[in-house]
């Protein structure tokens, strides 16, 4: 099985802050791998495909990069609608696997 | 606009049975596969099943094969999931999810989730 881990576990930042947040595969994924951002009591919602191309209808600001087993989530200027946790998932072998989530809070 | 809508959750005590519906609306259902995913209270996400467009390959977790079932039916947009022997780490929010791919396999990204359904596994 592939290990997704991320890091940090918690981020805390100020509006307008740039904040990027790594995701580590344990084996190469290629580039089959996805961003999910979640707020509380909500579904998680589909940001980035593929490590780089942007879900439409969603903002700019956000953007991935990465391939092989290292990717990051950089999110150019913190935005108050973006405090909220967020997943990577490799979606390279049988199933896929998430990581455990960094949650981005307010400095 | 996409919908997913699950139903079925509840308390359900441990070793019984519960199934999971997942109603579908906004998109051709029959060119997708769909799946679940869970997320135990205050933890991470977990993929637990499946099933590509025309139900040939389903996939499960280890954690849940040989006891859930996942189905389909493309006549009704509709996606279920038998839960069997039911354990206490069952417990969950069970989240019906569109696979991103037209035609994939059982491993992909998600590009739309329902709001999930509770299920509660407890004495």
């Known amino acids: 099985d592939i290990q997704m881990t991320q890091s940090p576990s918690t981020l805390s930042a100020s509006v307008g802050d740039r904040v990027t947040i790594t995701c580590r595969a344990s084996h190469s994924i290629s580039s089959w791998l996805a961003w999910y951002q979640q707020k509380p009591g909500r579904a998680p919602k589909l940001l980035i495909y593929e490590a780089s191309r942007l879900e439409s209808g969603v903002p700019s600001r956000f953007s991935g990069s990465g391939s092989g087993a290292k990717f990051t989530l950089t999110i150019s200027s913190l935005q108050p609608d973006d405090f909220a946790t967020y997943y990577c998932?490799?979606?390279?072998?049988?199933?896929?696997?998430f990581g455990q989530g960094t949650k981005v809070d307010i400095k | 606009e996409v919908q997913l809508v699950e139903s079925g959750g509840g308390l359900v005590q441990p070793g019984r049975s519960l199934r999971l519906s997942c109603e579908a609306s906004?998109?051709?259902?029959?060119?997708?596969?769909i799946h679940w995913v869970r997320q135990a209270p205050g933890k991470g996400l977990e993929w637990v099943s499946g099933i590509i467009w025309n139900s040939g390959t389903r996939g499960y977790a280890d954690s849940v094969n040989g006891r859930f079932t996942i189905s389909r039916d493309n006549t009704k947009n509709s996606l279920y999931l038998q839960m069997s022997s039911l354990r206490p780490e069952d417990t969950a929010l069970y989240y019906c999810v569109k696979g991103g791919s037209v035609a994939a396999g059982t491993t992909d990204y998600f590009d739309y989730w329902g709001q999930g359904t509770l299920v509660t596994v407890s004495s």
């Open positions: 906004g998109f051709t259902f029959d060119d997708y596969a």
């Open positions: 998932q490799q979606y390279n072998s049988y199933g896929g696997t």
